[in-house]
Structure formats: structure tokens, C-alpha cells
């Protein structure tokens, strides 16, 4: 596959779903968290389209959700924008999250991926969540983060490859 | 596709602030200049460029590498017409500039 100008990584969250987008790998040109309620498959695809639209990326990065502990609603989401991306000539790829925490390293925890990407992206540090504890339901900010993170695995392992 | 959602994002700056301090009616006439719904006027353009710092041609690079491709291309069909033009100081002049123009392959858009 060919280095995309342009990458779309979107993460569903609990209340619609969080993207980034980069131009390489170094650039951060887009990112932000969409609240999509009643949250329900139409709207957020057309949120989504929107978005593609708008931002007209080359690849569009996603979370694996075979082989995550995402719930059903999250891996429905991901299913429709992997059809979405094929509907608007988007190519589209998933990662898994062994391939996150290989990629950015030991020890790889939500939190400390997060903290890599704002040492890359230092614009990101004011949407930084603290720490959550382990009583807390996760900050929705994280999936900003969260995609992020994916678009870099996929972006350093095509650099790799080339 | 602009840049300006993408610098107004590296300042943290609401769309509400944006529009404050650019004196437009509120937020959402900034988001229709985010998102290209409305293209802001030279005044906005300038404003937008003193606010986040950044040159125009990177504000809208993609607009701005199109453009320059449309000139690029016209300026072959100019030169042309030009050569047609008798022989003086001023006509070399302007074959050597339409050239020079013609040379440029586009004008890449600048790195954010």
C-alpha cells in the first residue's frame, strides 16, 4: 500500500466517536469528538461522510474489533464505516490493539500511548485526560488519542514496508 | 480542504472566540469558512492570517495550489499568443516572465 497524503482514523466512543486526521505522519491537520445522539447507525455515518467529505483522506484507519474488548455497539459502528469507506472509494484498514502497544512499546497503557502521542503532537496536550482511575468510565477526549494511536501504528509500519 | 479549523484547533479557540475577535455575527459564519460553505472576504482572508500567524497560501493551500495551476496553464496559452507579438524589449520581457511562470509545475502547497 502507498504512504497516504491524507489519513482518516476514527474511534468509536460512548457517545459517537472521536477522529484524527494527518497529513504523513507528522502532520496533524483535524481532530475532535463528535456526540451523536440518539445515537444510532445513520447518524453516525452521516456524521462520518461529512467528515470524509470534508477532510477527502486516502485511507481510513480503524480498530479491529475482532479482536478487541470494544462492545457491540462500537464494533456495529466500525462494520458500517469500514462499508461507508468502500461506498465513498475510501481505502480502509483496521488495527489491533497488540499492534498499538507493540508499536509504541512497553509499557504500553492507554495512558502512556496517549502521553507518546502528545510528544509527537504537542497541539493534542491540552485535550490530555488525566489518569483515570480504575473506578472511572473512560474521559471521551481518549479517543482522540485512541485514534491517533492508530494511524500512527499504520503510518509506521508502512513506513517500514516501503 | 482549508487550514484554518486546523490552526484554530493548535489555539484552542472556540469558534464563538474566532468570530469575537474577527468581528463576524458569530460561530457559525466561522465554521462555514472551516468548512468551505463560504469563502470569507479579503479582509476576513487578512484577519485570519494576522490571527494564527500563518501565511494565506498556507491558510488555503489546497485553493492556492489550484490557482496557481490555473495560471500556469494560462500562462503557456499567453506566452503564445506573445510570440505572435513584433519583436521589442517588452515582448521578450514577457515571454521571459509567462516562461518563468510556466516553469513552476504548480505551486505546491506549504507544509503545515
Redesign the interface.
Given at each position: 500500500m502507498k504512504r497516504p497524503r491524507r489519513t482518516l482514523a476514527i474511534d468509536p466512543t460512548a457517545k459517537g466517536f472521536a477522529w484524527v486526521v494527518l497529513e504523513g505522519r507528522e502532520t496533524l491537520v483535524d481532530w475532535g469528538t463528535a456526540q451523536v445522539t440518539p445515537a444510532s447507525l445513520p447518524r453516525v455515518r452521516t456524521r462520518v461522510r461529512r467528515l470524509i467529505s470534508r477532510s477527502r483522506p486516502e485511507l481510513l484507519v480503524l480498530e479491529e474489533p475482532e479482536d478487541s474488548r470494544r462492545g457491540r455497539r462500537a464494533r456495529r459502528i466500525i462494520r458500517a464505516l469500514a462499508d461507508l469507506a468502500d461506498r465513498e472509494n475510501v481505502a480502509w484498514c483496521m488495527v489491533t490493539r497488540a499492534q498499538v502497544e507493540e508499536a509504541f512499546g512497553d509499557p504500553a497503557n492507554k495512558h502512556e500511548i496517549a502521553r507518546a502521542v502528545t510528544e509527537l503532537f504537542p497541539e493534542l496536550s491540552y485535550r490530555m485526560p488525566p489518569r483515570r482511575k480504575a473506578w472511572m468510565s473512560e474521559y471521551e477526549t481518549m479517543g482522540i488519542f485512541d485514534a491517533a494511536s492508530f494511524a500512527l501504528t499504520v503510518l509506521g509500519s508502512l513506513d517500514r514496508t516501503a | 480542504?482549508n487550514?484554518l479549523?486546523?490552526q484554530r484547533?493548535?489555539t484552542?479557540l472556540s469558534q464563538e472566540e474566532v468570530a469575537f475577535l474577527l468581528e463576524l455575527e458569530s460561530g457559525a459564519n466561522v465554521s462555514r469558512h472551516e468548512?468551505?460553505v463560504r469563502v470569507p472576504d479579503l479582509v476576513r482572508v487578512l484577519a485570519y492570517a494576522a490571527l494564527y500567524g500563518a501565511p494565506v497560501e498556507k491558510l488555503f493551500a489546497d485553493e492556492y495550489f489550484q490557482v496557481g495551476r490555473d495560471i500556469t496553464s494560462r500562462a503557456g496559452v499567453l506566452a503564445e499568443r506573445v510570440r505572435g507579438e513584433a519583436s521589442s524589449p517588452f515582448r521578450e520581457r514577457k515571454l521571459s516572465v509567462l516562461a518563468e511562470l510556466a516553469a513552476r509545475d504548480g505551486h505546491n502547497p506549504p507544509?503545515?
Open positions: - | 480542504m487550514y479549523r486546523t484547533l493548535r484552542a468548512t468551505g507544509a503545515q
